[in-house]
């Protein structure tokens, strides 16, 4: 079975930088969908960004430009999201998920989900 767990969440200040991990106890299968998603309490999951089958990036306007997806090069089953040029509007709680459609829809769908990590940005 395989399990999700991120890490690397914190408290920063506008402009600073984190790196998400979200690592994968059984593997990360590359067959499928990889995604970020964060959400606000009272507020719907927001895709933030996606990796697919074929190592294609996706992401948000909002994060655009901001924030990049990958794989860890010394570990595969792991999944990065480094988050540059943080706002204080990106403070969320931050899931990975595995196996996921609609990732940017208003219902997106995935197979596995981690807890989640707190991200804090203040001014």
């Known amino acids: 079975q395989v399990l999700l767990r991120e890490s690397g969440g914190g408290s920063v200040q506008t402009g600073g930088s984190l790196r998400l991990s979200c690592a994968a106890s059984?593997?990360?299968?590359?067959?499928?969908?990889m995604a970020w998603f964060r959400q606000v309490p009272g507020k719907d999951n927001e895709g933030v960004a996606a990796?697919?089958?074929?190592?294609?990036?996706?992401y948000a306007d909002s994060v655009k430009g901001r924030f990049t997806v990958s794989k860890d090069n010394a570990n595969q089953n792991t999944l990065l999201l480094q988050m540059n040029s943080l706002k204080t509007e990106d403070t969320a709680m931050y899931y990975c998920?595995?196996?996921?459609?609609?990732?940017?829809?208003?219902?997106?769908?995935?197979?596995?989900w981690g807890p989640g990590t707190q991200v804090t940005v203040s001014s």
């Open positions: 998920a595995q196996d996921c459609e609609g990732v940017y829809g208003a219902r997106p769908t995935c197979r596995l």
């Open positions: 059984g593997g990360l299968n590359s067959r499928w969908t």
């Open positions: 990796l697919d089958a074929y190592g294609s990036a996706t």
